[in-house]
């Protein structure tokens, strides 16, 4: 019985794996052989970044909890969600909150937003749980200084990431925690407004540090969190943070690999 | 009964008692390695699991564990302890493989394999497990959306998203521009110099702990105590007007707590001498708070210095000052950026004994120019 379904199936698979759309995708047989484990590591452009063999203990579960693979994974469901959201979402203080009402009230099976605002908790958790990863194996020693740095750089963008993100959705929960995360900018020394040392920054009797010109002027565009934040936050977050973050996270696989693979006793 | 429980629970979750008792545990389960055994995993995990499912039935707990963008702070919680003891135990397993003449789990491991099938599939399986948690969450849980922004209505409390309350928390120690400004940027600093500061070549690519003891107590203390812990209470234990509140307690809005925090120029003139605080002009203000001055540039310039003396120039009693030992292995230039960092860091459990134990405020009070220490 089990018998007369299966066999079509496997002949159908045979057929579509032996045909010339198949071949000419995958250019190599199946990864029975070590040969071809070999060539689809080698030929498959995202599998690349896997070398073809790697030391046992290197890459168990138990030793890496598979913590950076998982933050990418997160990184890239973000980014997908993220697309989708941008096709809804206006960044303009009169068109934002109703955006995200629409969203989730009239779009059909409309979980996007929710994918991606749990995927972006789950991504800074995972973060943090990646470098307690790393710290504990001592997998920042030499050879792997540098990346360990890339990686701390790669830490403060997630956050980053998620802290413009916050403010998108424009209701009181995403204002107020701006306001409370952007007044600290006010008291940078020299730069801020009420930071130590920035009444000395004078020219005659001029101060050249005001509300209209510090270091959270910059961060906001304006005094206080308004339309100029939004629109900043916005690029910063669909745009900038996150080629950043492809960037740094293309030169942190690349050294993954160049230090020698996934650490290991010496 | 229940009640009595709940009032100890809410009495030991208060910021003094449960940072010290979190500290001290973590202390402790170094001293007695033993601790981090599967056993008592299972009987922590249970314990912890019971406590959270029963308090679910306390309305106030229900109302801040419940909020849909605190549900990570729950996932916080279990994760960084299951992870923690999963580092712990397999460096400690591999502790006594080598003190037992054999080969650290990782060496034993050091055949080559084949990626396709044994890290592509674990990878796949990660991403399928790692999408159906996802999406479960998401089909449960809408995402949060309050009422329109608006800049005229302040909610009390105003938070920080959940990952910057620790900074937040630091607010009720330091000013901003410290809790704010310098500490972040110290912390980034300083975590991309460890690799540079740390000099000790064991415990590359494998888990252990008696190798690298130091390291680790140090990292573990400043992620679990000074990171996870204070996004933990600053998520649910601090309430309106950023008071604390037990787990069990009604987020009051009007409740009123005194504050009487004094400076160090207050206790030495005003305090101790019985006079008013010198004023008028800049050098008033540097007599003023000349000894919180003298304070604080001994504990950064000339503590660290002390602290590089061999054990033999200190009085019995003070000899675990001594950091003799690295300041040889490491050579000065770690050795000072080591310890300055560590001291940076130290500042904040300092500070907040200082608050608790004098009702301290400010070290260094210098108003005029936003400079408090
Ligand atoms: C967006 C954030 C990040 C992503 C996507 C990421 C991704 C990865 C991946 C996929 C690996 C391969 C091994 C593994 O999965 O553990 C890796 C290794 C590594 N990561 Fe990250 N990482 C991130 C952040 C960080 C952070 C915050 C640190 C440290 C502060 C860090 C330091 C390292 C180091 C030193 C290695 C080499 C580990 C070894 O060879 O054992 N990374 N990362």
């Given amino acids: 019985m089990l018998n007369r379904i299966l066999a079509p199936l496997s002949a159908a698979w045979k057929e579509a794996t032996d045909s010339q759309v198949w071949t000419s995708i995958f250019r190599h047989g199946k990864p029975v052989s070590n040969r071809n484990r070999a060539l689809v590591m080698m030929s498959n452009v995202f599998l690349h970044l896997h070398p073809v063999k790697s030391r046992k203990a290197g890459i168990k579960l138990r030793y890496t909890w598979c913590m950076g693979g998982i933050t990418f994974f997160l990184f890239l469901v973000l980014t997908f969600t993220g697309l989708l959201l941008m096709f809804y979402y206006r960044p303009t203080v009169e068109y934002a909150y109703a955006d995200i009402v629409d969203l989730q009230e009239h779009v059909p099976l409309g979980i996007m937003r929710e994918l991606h605002r749990w995927g ?20 920042y020693k030499p050879p792997r200084e540098f990346n360990w740095g890339i990686g701390v750089v790669l830490l403060v963008l997630t956050l980053l990431l998620s802290f413009t993100g916050y403010l998108l959705p424009w209701d009181q929960l995403a204002i107020w925690a701006i ?88 | 009964m229940i009640d009595l429980f709940k009032d100890l629970v809410n009495w030991a979750s208060g910021p003094t008692v449960l940072f010290t008792i979190a500290t001290l545990g973590l202390l402790a389960a170094f001293r007695f390695t033993q601790v981090w055994s599967k056993t008592s995993a299972k009987v922590f995990f ?13 309305p106030d707990f229900f109302l801040i564990v419940a909020k849909p963008d605190n549900i990570p702070i729950t996932g916080v919680i279990f994760l960084v302890f299951f992870f923690t003891w999963y580092a712990m135990h397999q460096g400690i397993q591999n502790d006594r493989r080598s003190a037992g003449e054999e080969e650290v789990l990782e060496r034993q491991e050091s055949e080559k394999v084949w990626v396709w099938p044994d890290l592509v599939y674990t990878e796949m399986l990660a991403m399928v497990i ?24 302040s909610p009390n409390p105003s938070k920080a998203p959940w990952y910057f309350l620790g900074l937040q928390e630091m607010l009720v120690y330091f000013d901003p521009w410290l809790a704010g400004v310098v500490f972040p940027t110290l912390i980034i600093v300083g975590l991309m110099a460890i690799p540079y500061i740390d000099t000790n070549p064991k415990g590359n690519g494998y888990f252990t702990f008696k190798e690298r003891k130091a390291e680790i107590v140090i990292f573990l203390f400043g992620f679990l105590i000074l990171w996870c812990l204070l996004v933990v209470s600053g998520t649910f ?41 010198p004023t008028g002009g800049f050098f008033a ?34 000899k675990w000052l ?40 400010y070290i260094v009070a210098f108003p005029e120019i936003f400079f408090n220490i």
């Fill in chain 2, 285 to 318: 203000a540097l007599m003023r708070e000349w000894l919180g001055i003298l304070m604080v540039g001994a504990y950064l310039f000339v503590l660290p210095v002390v602290m590089s003396w061999p054990r033999e120039r200190f009085p019995t009693g003070l």
């Fill in chain 2, 322 to 361: 001594s950091c003799h030992h690295y300041f040889e292995k490491m050579g000065a230039t770690r050795y000072y950026l080591g310890v300055s960092l560590f001291l940076m860091m130290m500042s904040l459990p300092i500070k907040m004994y200082l608050r608790w134990a004098f009702n301290l405020k």
């Fill in chain 2, 46 to 58: 249970v314990v912890l699991a019971v406590f959270y499912t029963a308090s679910m039935w306390d």
């Fill in chain 1, 179 to 266: 306001a409370v995360g952007s007044n600290m900018a006010r008291a940078t020394p020299l730069l801020g407004t009420e930071g130590p040392l920035s009444a000395s920054l004078t020219l005659g009797d001029i101060s050249l540090i005001n509300a209209g010109n510090d270091a959270r002027f910059a961060l906001l565009g304006a005094r206080s969190v308004g339309q100029p934040t939004l629109l900043r936050f916005y690029v910063l977050h669909c745009v900038g943070l996150p080629l950043v973050a492809a960037f740094l996270m293309a030169v942190h696989f690349w050294r993954v690999r160049k230090d020698g693979g996934i650490s290991g006793p010496m």
């Fill in chain 1, 120 to 139: 972006a908790h789950a991504m800074v958790i995972t973060v943090w749980l990646h470098m307690l990863r790393v710290f504990m194996t001592g997998s």
């Fill in chain 2, 130 to 153: 790692l999408s159906i948690v996802l999406l479960v969450w998401s089909i449960l849980l809408a995402a949060p959306l309050e009422q329109p922004a608006n800049p005229a209505d």
């Fill in chain 2, 237 to 277: 234990l601090r309430g309106p007007n950023w008071n604390f509140f037990g787990p069990y307690e009604y987020w009051d809005v009007h409740r009123v707590e005194p504050l009487l925090n004094v400076n160090v120029s207050d206790f030495f003139w005003v305090k101790l001498l019985g006079r008013p605080l």
